[in-house]
DNA sequence: TATGAATGAGCTTTCATTCAT
DNA sequence: GATGAATGAAAGCTCATTCAT
């Protein structure tokens, strides 16, 4: 087995082991008897077991800073609010197709040690200068309102993180993340208030 | 030393050292050495590590739980906004007053092991009902604009973790609790749009 | 059970499974299952499987520096031949009475690590100077030959551990340690030549 | 590269690997770097690493075997004494030839396992009963005093080892092979004790 | 046949939890 | 009741040996 292979399967049974049993409960024995590898051969892959946790982490952090685009705003670029529409549904995607790594980014990657905290720090810190940005943008282009653009962020992503939690510990009748997208947009962009005029 | 006090100083400890640490980093011996008590008076107070931060979770859990009130609708209680200000601002002083439950609700307690995970679940799921409750009221009143409430509530309680998740990594320079309430209660209730009428 | 004990359990149980099984094929569990007690205790009794070892070693290697004792020479001692017989029958009684110590000295305490090679050669370089120490004060008193006395300690300690590793491999049928002594004794003081004059 | 050829270069790396860091603490990684063969040519050209250990051990006690001769009596053979200083003196010469073979011999080879520990044994076992026939022949010729052959050869072959191995850990000013030889020959041969008549 | 990746036994260490005193 | 010594599960690591290519 080529070494790339052998990695991916180590990945493989980890992300199915710690999602299913947690990161701390997993034992290492778990992962390399699902992978069907030695001990030896897991220890000469990863430095230990906290690396897979971070390279599962890292996938799917990549995967959603890719699907993050930065808003379009020249004049023959698709409307913005399609393309913020575009954003969230696509990482709702990413994120309901990978509810495992989900569960990991959301549950697991939590309170590891301070240099985990730190990761999940910069991602999360990332993708609220990102959105922060788009509202600034937004504003400039007098679609968003004025407002705290850095707090708004905070709603924006807090919203879909909680979706996503939400989604994580529901067992049945799951919203389509379309329709979750959809309804999320709608409460953030036109807010909860009757419009006094 | 009376059993009741024995309890607070251990819990005492095990707050700080869990907020210094990180559950998983602390171990019983820095416990039982910051409450200068024996392991064994440590077992016997507590089943174990994870009863302790259950009970510090619990007791943080309880705190907010009292400050969110059901919004009163009746004829001569003050205007409904303000009451929602008042809870969300309740409860963001709640947590800044006390960051180390804080980051331990947010950081420390996330993925111990799924009996946790359940109660979390739990706390959380009770917040997301209250607040579907109360936008539900808002919109027999005509207050709530008509939109799918389940789906609002994550945006509000979502955006409310989000905000002192950032509280809990900003090392300075933080916004006042007041100030972060009312300009995540105006994102919320007027939505991130102009509006086009 | 007292830590004393304990240690002498350990001691006991690494005793009888060195000497049975080698050193090196002997494992940590072995000795733990022997023992009765946990792999935890054994690690906090004991620095490593190498340090039983060496305490077992040093246990059999003080009880013959105790044995040795420099020849008195004052004018009212027992004769002085009789003394070095007794130092020889001391040390061939207690090697024959710890056969299973004696066997790791002569061979599981061999070139596990340099330390450990280190420490044998101190234990017969002092053996070796006190022999010599013992021929030089024979030479003074004119009751031994004139020879090179350093060169004779060679053989006096060799052939002591030379009949000693004959005494291990053998199976059945060996000399008592009296009659080794005497004739061991009667070789190295009257040498194998017929006098020639 | 022919077979031969790699066996000679594996068996040189080894002695060299074996005599520096002792067997134990060498690596087949040690020493198939330093020969320059792979793993699995390493384990072609020999069972294990303990057969590596056992050959270089059979080609000393071999050249060893060689060099004792049986002592010459029929009448026109050099003097005995002569004789036997000789094969004192080849052997010692042998043995300071190769150092690295004999720190093997004397360090190396001493409890690895029971199988390793039978061969030693019989190769002293055979040394010892060609020295206690030699002393048999001196003493029908009348060289030999009477005595008991088997003890006297432990002392002749204990003497040589214990020489030796003083010549390993002695750092520096060794004496000769020569004088060595001469003198433990005197010892041996003349006694410790003066003659009494 | 030659290679080196994979295996797995076993040492060492840490710590939550138990239990004898 | 109070104590801390003892337990044992599991991580981490090394290395002799095997085996697929």
Redo the contacts between chains.
């Keep these: 087995m080529n070494p790339a292979l052998r990695k991916r399967r180590i990945a493989y049974s980890a992300r199915k082991i710690f999602s299913q049993?947690?990161?701390?409960?997993a034992t290492v024995d778990d992962i390399i008897r699902d992978a069907g590898v030695s001990r030896g051969t897991f220890y000469k892959t990863y430095r230990n077991k906290r690396e897979v946790l971070g390279e599962l982490l890292d996938s799917l952090t990549r995967a959603l800073e890719m699907n993050m685009t930065r808003v379009d705003v020249s004049s023959g670029a698709p409307p913005i609010v399609d393309q913020m529409m575009g954003n969230v549904e696509r990482i709702l995607t990413t994120l309901t197709n990978n509810l495992d790594l989900t569960r990991i980014l959301?549950?697991?990657?939590?309170?590891?040690?301070?240099d985990f905290?730190r990761k999940l720090?910069e991602f999360?810190?990332g993708t609220?200068a990102l959105i922060e940005l788009s509202?600034k943008h937004?504003q400039d282009m007098?679609?968003?309102?004025p407002?705290?653009v850095e707090?708004?962020s905070?709603?924006?992503?807090?919203?879909?993180?909680?979706?996503m939690?939400?989604f994580l510990?529901t067992k049945s009748k799951r919203?389509s993340s379309e329709v979750?997208g959809k309804?999320?947009l709608?409460?953030?962009?036109?807010?909860?208030?009757?419009?006094t005029i």
């Design positions: 049993k947690g990161y701390h409960t959301l549950r697991q990657a939590v309170g590891i040690d301070p905290d720090d999360y810190e609220l509202l937004g007098g679609i968003i309102r407002c705290n707090i708004a905070y709603a924006v992503l807090g919203a879909l993180r909680q979706a939690e939400v510990s919203t979750l309804n999320l709608d409460v953030l962009a036109n807010g909860l208030f009757v419009r």
